[in-house]
């Protein structure tokens, strides 16, 4: 089975710094890849899927690239509201396994 | 609007069995795939399977094969998930989630696994 390694496994930054969360397939996934952010207590929340399109509604500083094996979540300028979990996940095929999640925090 | 509904928090005893339901509504309920996801306290998402609700095809993490049956209703769009030979770290939460990139998750359902 493919493993989706996220790294870091927790960070903490600034209000208005750029944040990068990157995700690593073991193989190949072309650009079936989601990101999605879980506030505690809460329901994951999908961000972004296909690797870079946006979901309805998802505010335009968080953005998603990569293809292949390397994928990065973005937010250009984080917010408090920002604090959370974030995880990827490939859905290629199936087992549709998620990374082990990134933990935001506010310095 | 589209929504999941999920069945109610359980408590069960190791080495019994959990059947979650999950009802949908406004979408057609044959034409996304439902996940089940779980995630334990404090931990992460674990992928559990997926099933096809129009073909009933199903698909499910090798950690789970053997204990955990996915299926479905059409007529009522629900799906379930039936886990079996439970044990202490089975106690999560457990989601339905639509999709192969999940915009919709049900509310989850605790279930708990104590003697």
Known sequence: DIQM??????????????????????????????????????????????????QSGVPSRFSG???????????????????????????????????????VEIK | QVQLVQSGAEVKKPGASVKVSCKTSGYTFTSYDINWVRQATGQGLEWMGWMNPDSGNTGYAQKFQGRVTMTRITSISTAFMELSGLTSEDTAVYYCARGR???????????????
């Open chain 1, 5 to 54: 390694t996220q790294s870091p496994s927790s960070l903490s930054a600034s209000v208005g710094d750029r944040v990068t969360i990157t995700c690593r397939a073991s193989q190949g996934i072309s650009n079936y890849l989601a990101w999605y952010q879980q506030k505690p207590g809460k329901v994951p929340k999908l961000l972004i899927y296909a690797a870079s399109t946006l």
């Open chain 2, 101 to 115: 990139w999940v915009p919709y998750w049900g509310q989850g359902t605790l279930v708990t696994v104590s003697s």
């Open chain 1, 65 to 103: 690239s990569g293809s292949g094996t390397d994928f990065t979540l973005t937010i250009s300028s984080l917010q408090p509201e920002d604090v959370a979990t974030y995880y990827c996940q490939k859905y290629d095929s199936a087992p549709r396994t998620f990374g082990q999640g990134t933990k």
